[in-house]
């Protein structure tokens, strides 16, 4: 039986938060326990207006399976827990919150990575499990209307007797929902051609923070009025609780091979990546494994991967079977052109589905060499793949620490994963201090401090350090245009001054101090 992780812990922690988890800036120790007693008991007796008995949990034994995401470092009990059944008892638990100011978090199923369903400690957590229901798949249309608590793999198996398929495909598909990769925008290894969250998604219909409908985006080929579809897309869940989702369904290739490329360095592999786009070839998949990650995949799954080299590539190509050879042939003339110093292309389905096996189980995988390990969420240009995966080795010798890489290669989104023990706490500080340096050397790189995680409150000083205190502003007042007493999702996404200015006090970047307008005594 393979190990695995006490507790994984995924994405750099906030260095100015604490670990046992309180980024809305309160001191639960210090808190006046008789005041939260009474608020629980006015806004749950307000709450049973509106909903049954049996949708509001109050009792820790109830409401502690809420307390935190897929990023288990950080974790607050939720005052009170609602389980709404439909469209008008969702309506009315908002409509509530609305009227006492009770914050709200909506939670999908709590794979999260970034923290973005950390329950607010005063506020109420929605969990929209109930929502699960596939209303229409349209195959002359090739579209699907599913709630939002509809699996993602669930949309595909819904739409295969109609040879569709829901092209989105991040390594949680099996138990993430359709609203939480809309809330975060998610990927995954096909996305390079096929596109995020953002690009398969036609509508988006939703409540506001008052309970009031709206949405985003049509069904048609255009909108009346601002189309705000992306905006909404990504947004964290800090604009509207989504209801329903209307997907793009794409008809199911007629062939797919996987394409195993080994390379004696990591620098010849990243440069690999880059010359394949720049022959203007663009594959189904195109991930990255360093050697280290390789083998700990290998001995997880047995895909038949290459031990012997330093990094190599899984190259997908799909389509009609002329084009797929094609397209083979031409990744392979550039793979070998690049240096490549064995290649293996699936001979079959089985095989093909063999080779993605060891990426797609590459986290639980590495549970066999570490007690914890922190999942690292960037993204920067292909180009500077190789410089990243040096910068990263010179980090493990800095931190003294080990990490593991894996790259969805195709669009620059990176995931290393630092290996840690958190039970020791001197290896927790050297881990988040990795992972900052991480996301800040991506920055450096020319880019950003997230990929498909999402910034939740996993990333909110990297946010200080990447954007300005005027860019900053301008997120707060798209999110106040749509919430304006700031009740969806609080202390998410957008740091305040303060913190930053806090984060700053211990911070240089590119030997400057950051925000050198704010007055220093």
């Given at each position: 039986?393979?190990?695995?992780?006490?507790?994984?812990?995924?994405?750099?922690?906030?260095?100015?938060?604490?670990?046992?988890?309180?980024?809305?800036?309160?001191?639960?120790?210090?808190a006046?326990?008789?005041?939260?007693t009474?608020?629980t008991a006015?806004?749950?007796?307000?709450?049973?207006?509106?909903?049954?008995?049996?949708?509001?949990?109050?009792?820790?034994?109830?409401?502690?399976?809420?307390?935190?995401?897929?990023l288990?470092?950080?974790?607050?009990?939720?005052?009170?827990v609602?389980l709404?059944?439909?469209?008008?008892?969702?309506?009315?638990?908002l409509?509530?919150?609305?009227?006492?100011?009770?914050?709200v978090?909506a939670?999908?199923?709590?794979?999260?990575?970034?923290?973005g369903?950390?329950p607010?400690?005063?506020?109420?957590?929605?969990?929209?499990?109930?929502?699960?229901?596939?209303?229409?798949?349209?195959?002359?249309?090739?579209t699907?209307?599913?709630?939002?608590?509809?699996?993602n793999?669930?949309?595909?198996?819904?739409?295969?007797?109609?040879g569709?398929?829901?092209?989105?495909d991040?390594?949680?598909q099996?138990?993430?929902?359709i609203?939480?990769?809309?809330?975060e925008?998610?990927?995954?290894?096909?996305c390079?051609?096929?596109g995020l969250?953002?690009?398969?998604?036609?509508?988006?219909r939703?409540?506001?923070?008052a309970?009031?409908?709206?949405?985003?985006?049509?069904e048609?080929?255009d909108?009346?009025?601002?189309?705000?579809?992306?905006?909404?897309?990504?947004?964290?869940?800090?604009?509207?609780?989504?209801?329903?989702?209307?997907?793009?369904?794409?008809?199911r290739?007629?062939?797919?091979?996987?394409?195993?490329?080994?390379?004696?360095?990591?620098e010849a592999?990243?440069?690999?990546?880059?010359?394949?786009?720049?022959q203007?070839?663009?594959?189904?998949?195109?991930?990255?494994?360093?050697?280290r990650?390789?083998e700990?995949a290998?001995?997880?799954?047995?895909?038949?991967?290459?031990?012997?080299?330093?990094?190599?590539?899984?190259?997908?190509?799909?389509g009609?079977?002329e084009?797929?050879e094609e397209?083979?042939?031409?990744?392979?003339?550039v793979?070998?052109?690049?240096?490549?110093?064995?290649?293996?292309?699936?001979r079959?389905?089985?095989q093909?589905?063999?080779?993605?096996s060891?990426?797609?189980n590459?986290?639980?995988?590495?549970?066999?060499?570490?007690?914890?390990?922190?999942?690292?969420d960037?993204?920067?240009?292909?180009?500077?793949?190789?410089r990243?995966?040096?910068a990263i080795?010179?980090m493990?010798?800095?931190y003294?620490?080990?990490?593991?890489?894996?790259?969805?290669?195709?669009?620059?989104?990176?995931h290393?994963l630092?290996?840690?023990?958190?039970?020791?706490?001197d290896?927790?500080?050297r881990?988040?201090?990795?992972?900052?340096e991480?996301?800040e050397e991506?920055?450096?790189?020319?880019g950003?401090?997230t990929?498909?995680?999402?910034?939740?409150?996993?990333?909110?000083?990297s946010?200080?350090?990447?954007?300005?205190?005027?860019?900053?502003?301008r997120?707060?007042?798209?999110?106040?245009?749509?919430?304006a007493?700031?009740?969806?999702?609080?202390?998410?996404?957008?740091p305040?001054l303060?913190?930053c200015?806090?984060?700053?006090?211990?911070?240089?970047?590119?030997?400057m101090?950051?925000?050198p307008?704010?007055p220093?005594?």
């Amino acid at each position: 039986m393979q190990a695995v992780p006490h507790s994984t812990i995924h994405g750099a922690m906030n260095l100015a938060t604490p670990r046992s988890g309180n980024p809305h800036g309160e001191r639960p120790q210090a808190a006046d326990a008789a005041q939260l007693t009474a608020r629980t008991a006015e806004v749950s007796a307000a709450l049973a207006r509106v909903l049954p008995a049996n949708a509001i949990l109050t009792g820790r034994e109830q409401t502690q399976p809420y307390e935190c995401d897929g990023l288990t470092a950080f974790r607050v009990l939720p005052m009170i827990v609602v389980l709404p059944e439909n469209e008008a008892q969702l309506a009315a638990t908002l409509r509530t919150c609305h009227s006492l100011r009770v914050p709200v978090v909506a939670r999908g199923a709590g794979t999260g990575l970034s923290g973005g369903a950390l329950p607010h400690r005063a506020g109420v957590t929605v969990s929209l499990a109930k929502f699960n229901k596939i209303l229409k798949v349209d195959p002359l249309s090739c579209t699907a209307v599913v709630q939002c608590g509809v699996r993602n793999l669930a949309i595909s198996e819904a739409a295969a007797p109609f040879g569709l398929y829901y092209a989105p495909d991040p390594s949680s598909q099996i138990a993430c929902t359709i609203g939480g990769n809309v809330a975060e925008n998610s990927g995954g290894v096909h996305c390079l051609k096929y596109g995020l969250t953002l690009h398969n998604v036609l509508r988006v219909r939703g409540l506001t923070a008052a309970g009031e409908p709206v949405e985003f985006g049509s069904e048609a080929l255009d909108v009346p009025g601002l189309d705000l579809l992306a905006i909404v897309i990504g947004s964290e869940g800090m604009l509207a609780v989504t209801i329903d989702v209307t997907v793009k369904l794409v008809p199911r290739p007629e062939l797919a091979r996987c394409m195993l490329a080994s390379f004696a360095t990591v620098e010849a592999a990243g440069e690999a990546v880059a010359n394949v786009i720049a022959q203007g070839i663009v594959p189904a998949g195109l991930e990255l494994m360093d050697r280290r990650m390789t083998e700990v995949a290998e001995n997880f799954v047995h895909a038949g991967y290459d031990l012997t080299a330093a990094a190599i590539l899984l190259c997908e190509s799909d389509g009609a079977p002329e084009e797929v050879e094609e397209e083979i042939a031409a990744m392979r003339r550039v793979l070998t052109e690049s240096g490549a110093t064995r290649i293996e292309v699936s001979r079959d389905e089985a095989q093909r589905l063999k080779f993605w096996s060891g990426r797609k189980n590459a986290f639980p995988a590495s549970g066999g060499i570490s007690p914890d390990y922190m999942c690292m969420d960037s993204t920067i240009p292909r180009r500077s793949l190789a410089r990243m995966l040096l910068a990263i080795e010179g980090m493990e010798i800095k931190y003294g620490l080990r990490c593991v890489n894996v790259f969805h290669a195709g669009d620059g989104n990176l995931h290393p994963l630092i290996l840690f023990d958190a039970s020791d706490p001197d290896q927790f500080r050297r881990c988040e201090l990795f992972g900052a340096e991480i996301l800040e050397e991506s920055l450096r790189l020319g880019g950003t401090v997230t990929g498909e995680h999402g910034v939740g409150v996993e990333k909110l000083n990297s946010m200080c350090v990447q954007f300005s205190p005027a860019e900053r502003d301008r997120f707060l007042a798209v999110k106040r245009a749509f919430d304006a007493e700031e009740l969806l999702n609080p202390g998410k996404v957008i740091p305040t001054l303060q913190r930053c200015a806090e984060y700053g006090k211990m911070h240089v970047h590119r030997g400057m101090l950051p925000f050198p307008e704010i007055p220093r005594f």
